[in-house]
């Protein structure tokens, strides 16, 4: 039981990542009922042994596979395009920060406070103990307070990164050159796990990305602390 738990990704942190996931069900229903279908038609016809040699068209069959699909269309492009509208949708942000890939690391900026900068390194592996994930940990963890409207300011100094986070419905770019944004709003707290998802190059499994979510007031303390 607990080597198939590995296999899973994290639950869901983030409304949009349930949406996601609502989308991803309605979707694999859809595509279930629709490859039960055609089995059991071609299970049909294998097995079937009458023939008729004077067939040549069916207009209605042909009229209702060619209106069958179009409607299958409307009910997966619908939802699909609601969905993209709400992973768009920029709201009232709490908080601002502004993340910057390099070769083969993140730095992190809060410009709403204290204009608070690090740098979040993967710990070597022969640095870690038995309480860390291999190829996971960092060193500074960005730290968000849960129940709150973040804003995501993504650029890259050198090649294109991808800063995600499964669990949170996050990958967006970082493109040299370019400013990139995107929100989330965490439900709950936690630590949540993501990598660079764009082949940058040599390191480009050693850039991990550890966000770590904790209560508004421990988040103001933390920022008291740093000076």
Same mark, same amino acid.
């Given at each position: 039981?607990?080597?198939?738990?590995?296999?899973?990704?994290?639950?869901?942190?983030?409304?949009?990542?349930?949406?996601?996931?609502?989308?991803?069900?309605?979707?694999?229903?859809?595509?279930?009922?629709?490859?039960?279908?055609?089995?059991?038609?071609?299970?049909? %016809? &294998?097995?079937?042994?009458?023939?008729? @040699? =004077? /067939?040549?068209?069916?207009?209605?069959?042909?009229?209702? +596979? $060619? *209106?069958?699909?179009?409607?299958?269309?409307?009910?997966?492009?619908?939802?699909?395009?609601?969905?993209?509208?709400?992973?768009?949708?920029?709201?009232?942000?709490?908080?601002?920060?502004?993340?910057?890939?390099?070769?083969?690391?993140?730095?992190?900026?809060?410009?709403?406070?204290?204009?608070?900068?690090?740098?979040?390194?993967?710990?070597?592996?022969?640095?870690?103990?038995?309480?860390?994930?291999?190829?996971?940990?960092?060193?500074?963890?960005? %730290? &968000?307070?849960?129940?709150?409207?973040? @804003? =995501? /300011?993504?650029?890259?100094?050198?090649?294109?990164?991808? +800063? $995600? *986070?499964?669990?949170?419905?996050?990958?967006?770019?970082?493109?040299?050159?370019?400013?990139?944004?995107?929100?989330?709003?965490?439900?709950?707290?936690?630590?949540?796990?993501?990598?660079?998802?764009?082949?940058?190059?040599?390191?480009?499994?050693?850039?991990?990305?550890?966000?770590?979510?904790?209560?508004?007031?421990?988040?103001?303390?933390?920022?008291?602390?740093?000076?």
């Amino acid at each position: 039981m607990s080597t198939w738990k590995t296999l899973l990704l994290q639950d869901s942190a983030s409304p949009l990542m349930e949406q996601l996931m609502y989308f991803h069900d309605h979707t694999l229903l859809i595509l279930t009922i629709i490859t039960i279908l055609i089995s059991q038609i071609l299970i049909y %016809i &294998i097995m079937n042994k009458f023939s008729y @040699r =004077l /067939l040549l068209e069916g207009q209605l069959i042909e009229l209702i +596979w $060619t *209106i069958l699909p179009a409607i299958i269309l409307i009910f997966i492009a619908l939802p699909s395009l609601r969905l993209l509208y709400i992973l768009d949708e920029s709201q009232n942000s709490t908080l601002t920060i502004k993340t910057i890939g390099h070769q083969w690391f993140w730095s992190y900026e809060y410009s709403d406070y204290k204009n608070i900068k690090f740098n979040s390194y993967m710990i070597p592996t022969n640095e870690l103990d038995m309480t860390k994930f291999r190829l996971l940990e960092v060193d500074n963890r960005l %730290i &968000i307070p849960f129940n709150s409207q973040v @804003r =995501l /300011l993504i650029t890259s100094s050198d090649v294109i990164h991808s +800063w $995600t *986070i499964p669990s949170l419905g996050i990958k967006i770019d970082g493109t040299p050159g370019r400013l990139n944004q995107s929100n989330f709003f965490i439900n709950r707290t936690g630590l949540f796990f993501g990598q660079c998802s764009e082949i940058c190059g040599a390191n480009h499994s050693f850039m991990p990305i550890v966000l770590e979510s904790i209560s508004t007031n421990n988040f103001l303390k933390w920022i008291n602390s740093i000076n």
